[in-house]
Each structure stands twice: as C-alpha cells, then as structure tokens.
C-alpha cells in the first residue's frame, strides 16, 4: 500500500477507471519492510514505545494519494478528494491498549441526487511492531454507517469499512510523525455502488502532537 509524503497531484485517468491523484513514494527501505513483515507473520507480543506514550493529534488538510477504485458510469455517487480530518492516537503503556480515531473518512460523496452522510461507528487498532522507545506500526480497522437521502426523505443505507496501516515516529520536542496507507470497503447498498469489493484507497502523511488524554 502506498505510503506517500507530498501533497494531492492529478493524474490522468485510465480508460474506464476514476480519476485519482498520487504523490511520490516514501515507501520503507527493503530492509525495514522484510524486519516489519517477519515480525507480524510470528504475531510476538510487542511492547509500546515509551517516548510515544499518551495520545496524539494532527490535523491533515489533503491526501497524499486518494484513488476511488469501484465506480461505474452510472454509479449515483462519485468519490472526490478531499476533506480535511482530524486524527488521534493514544497509547497506554498500563494496559497495552493502542486506539486510533478519524474525523471522517477523508473524501467527499458527490451526487446531484442523493445527499449521503458518514457516521463513525467503531474502531480497533493494534500493535503490529515496535523498534526501541520511538517507532510503532499499527493496524487500525474502522467502521462506518453511510446513510443515503432524496429530497430529505431516507432512501438507502450502507456499511464502510477502513483499514489503516500506520507508521508513527517520535521525532522530539512532543512531536510525533505518522503516515497511514488506508483501504476503504462498501457493502450492502446496490444504489450507493456498495458491493463489497475494494472502493476506494488513499495515503497521507502528518505531524502530530501531544495532546491532554
């Protein structure tokens, strides 16, 4: 998934595919991702970095890359970049526990015919890996109610469904460094285009800072 660090750029769209933007690759080294990826296959308990400890919070304007993948010409809905979203992250070395929390999903439902809302629901985030006091990577699965309207009479609902990976850095000074690759999945809704496969993907990048818990 990519993980990029630079603002939303146009792309030329593909035929019969969406418009989407993308930004260069910050991709780990080679190195970094064969240590992440052996860790989580043996599924070792990982401690929480001490100096991230407590929560965090950054405010991201634009995706780094955003890329609605299941859209049809017919589609009622189109998927468009961006919304600005506000992210949390806490870590509580007490009871291990790890939570990650979004404003929003981070795009925009467009339709000259239905008015749709997205309503956080729940999350769950875990602790995937760890690199002495000041990395972790995480995996955080959310899910949303999607609620479709017509001239303000109710009309279809439908599920979304996020998984981020994330990459959080202490850099010093109460200041922390993330990026997440996030996939996004819509189901039960035939009129929002919700069939259960892959919808959309994006990336984005940010600076966070302490906040009070």
């Known amino acids: 998934m990519l993980l990029a660090l630079a603002g939303c750029a146009a792309t030329q769209p593909n035929s019969g595919a969406s418009t989407g933007i993308e930004g260069p690759s910050n991709k780990e080294s080679p190195e970094e991702a064969t240590e992440v990826q052996a860790v989580i296959k043996d599924a070792k308990p990982q401690p929480l970095p001490r100096r991230l400890e407590g929560c965090w919070k950054s405010d991201v304007s634009k995706f780094d890359s955003f890329k609605p993948l299941e859209t049809r010409a017919d589609s009622l809905l189109t998927l468009d970049c961006c919304v600005p979203v506000t992210y949390v992250l806490?870590?509580?070395?007490?009871?291990?526990?790890?939570?990650f929390t979004t404003s929003s999903p981070g795009f925009r439902l467009d339709s000259l015919w239905i008015s749709a809302e997205i309503i956080p629901t729940d999350s769950h985030t875990d602790l995937l890996f760890s690199t002495g006091d000041d990395f972790a990577a995480l995996r955080s699965i959310g899910h949303y109610e999607m609620r479709g309207t017509f001239t303000g009479v109710p009309l279809t609902t439908a599920r979304l469904s996020s998984q981020t990976d994330?990459?959080?850095?202490?850099?010093?000074?109460?200041?922390m460094n993330a990026e997440g690759g996030v996939e996004y999945v819509c189901s039960d809704s035939r009129i929002l285009n919700c069939h259960g496969g892959l919808w959309a993907e994006s990336s984005w990048h940010g600076e966070f800072t302490r906040v009070s818990q």
Do not use: K
């Open 90 to 99: 806490c870590f509580d070395r007490g009871s291990g526990a790890v939570s």
């Open 166 to 175: 994330l990459h959080a850095t202490y850099v010093g000074s109460d200041r």
